[in-house]
């Protein structure tokens, strides 16, 4: 997504904030409809409404009805003003759903045809259909590998416009969060081997139950498994020393009513600049984005808003060149 | 002896897919290509399993799997859900109407629909 960085690395100045006229365009609404004017215009109107009410009372002190007349207008004015204002929320949030949908709509028909073709290349790939010579079988394994890549990225945009709808469903139950980890430490030990990155598990004694949806947690869990390894011994931009073998961990301990996991790697880590737009949809860093192309930018934005309908918190800590701390809290379950 | 699989899905590739992948692991495949179809068949034919996608012309996959579950013919033969639907709704909804299991098209390999059609069948005991 290397069309859309600018949109979302260039933190909005106070001066753009309050550019109406970019700030209208940007939403695609009339200008009488866009909320920052119109934001603009009562703000103005409260102030002007204050400062006449004031002059004419102390004009008109032994006239009040004209007193009176002056202020209901201004109030009805306003209330006009607040009620266009609702209207063009109402439209901007109506925008919104008609997009999730249409995402919604699109993977899901996307879907169809990506499924025939990733099982007909299996299928060619078997050889059951007739001898595949080597040539063809390396042309294959990578038109799979981006039919796969293809897939996941269907998948999460569906996720997103299930989260953006709010139709994300949360089956809360208590469950084991250590249980979990360390089976998917098991699950994801060939893939860190095959990536030359040791991972390991680390757990307090006790770790209580917590509360969530364990399927949503697992996506969370994995997600950012999948990340710390792929993130480790990866050829950094301006890397030229040395780097000591990859290592990832998980660790797991109790924090008050809460457990905390964490998922820490010697990896790339996250540039300074590029910190505080982490979480949001689409973005990729900068030395990550350089060396990989797949990856849509959408996983960590999935994290978090599992994480939060879960009541618990997500963050990380970073250091380029150095490595990656992620960690997320879920609260413990109520026995 | 051979077993009789019919697969109701709309999707011509996927159906000639799907049904060579299968006549290759020694099964005799059936195909419809609509839901009323797939129930005819499933009356006439009475086969030992039914893949059913969800959404279809003339019938969809929950009416089709409404009426083979409530007609005492038809009523034992396992169902396996495979579609490309994926919200928890339908999954509740189909496994509330007596589908054996419900399977995303787009998450599993053509052996991972082939292990769960053998579990189905009872010719392997890895589900």
């Keep these: 997504m290397a069309g859309s960085k600018k949109n979302y690395q260039m933190p909005m100045s106070l001066a753009s904030r309050f550019n109406v006229i970019s700030q209208c365009k940007k939403y695609g609404v009339p200008f009488w409809q866009c909320p920052q004017l119109l934001f603009l215009v009562m703000g103005v109107a409260i102030i002007v409404a204050m400062i006449t009410t004031y002059i004419i009372g102390t004009m008109y002190d032994s006239d009040p009805e004209t007193v009176v007349f002056v202020v209901l207008m201004l109030t009805v004015f306003l209330l006009i003003l607040a009620y266009v204002i609702t209207q063009s929320f109402e439209r901007l949030a109506e925008t919104n759903r008609l997009k999730s949908e249409f995402v919604s709509i699109v993977s899901h028909q996307i879907r169809s045809p990506l499924t025939n073709l990733k099982w007909i290349v299996e299928l060619l790939m078997s050889g059951i259909l007739g001898k595949i010579e080597d040539k063809q079988t390396e042309y294959f394994k990578i038109l799979k590998e981006n039919l796969e890549r293809m897939q996941e990225l269907v998948s999460e945009l569906l996720t997103v416009s299930r989260i953006e709808a709010t139709k994300l469903v949360f089956k809360c139950e208590e469950f084991s969060l250590e249980n979990m980890a360390r089976d998917l430490v098991v699950e994801f030990k060939p893939i860190a081997k095959s990536s030359n990155v040791r991972l390991d598990f680390e757990a307090d004694k006790d770790i209580p139950q917590v509360y969530s949806d364990p399927f949503q947690i697992l996506q969370v869990i994995e997600n950012l498994l999948y990340n710390s390894i792929r993130y480790t011994n990866f050829p950094a931009a301006n890397d030229t020393k040395e780097r000591e073998s990859g290592k990832v961990t998980i660790n797991l301990r109790r924090k008050g009513n809460t457990v905390i996991c964490e998922v820490s790697d010697n990896g790339i880590g996250i540039p300074d600049r590029d910190q505080k737009f982490i979480f949001q949809k689409f973005f990729r860093a900068d030395n990550v984005r350089r060396y990989q192309a797949s990856g849509s930018g959408l996983g960590l934005y999935i994290c978090k808003s599992i994480i939060e309908r879960s009541k618990g918190k997500i963050g990380f800590t970073s250091k380029e060149g150095v490595g990656t701390t992620f960690w997320f809290t879920l609260p413990i379950g109520p026995k | ?127």
């Design chain 2, 1 to 127: 002896m051979q077993k009789n699989i019919l697969v109701i899905d709309d999707e011509s590739a996927l159906q000639k897919t799907l049904g060579e992948f299968l006549r290759t692991q020694n099964y005799n495949v059936i195909s419809a290509l609509d839901g009323e179809l797939g129930i005819a068949l499933a009356r006439e034919k009475k086969p030992d399993l039914i893949l059913l996608d969800l959404v279809m012309p003339k019938k969809n996959g929950f009416e089709v799997l409404k009426e083979l579950k409530s007609d005492m013919a038809t009523k034992i033969i396992p169902v396996i859900v495979l579609t490309n639907l994926s919200e928890m709704a339908d999954i509740d909804k189909v496994l509330e109407l007596g589908a054996t299991t419900y399977l995303v098209k787009g998450d599993h390999a053509l052996v991972d629909i082939l292990q769960k059609v053998k579990f189905t069948l009872g010719e392997d005991d890895l589900g």
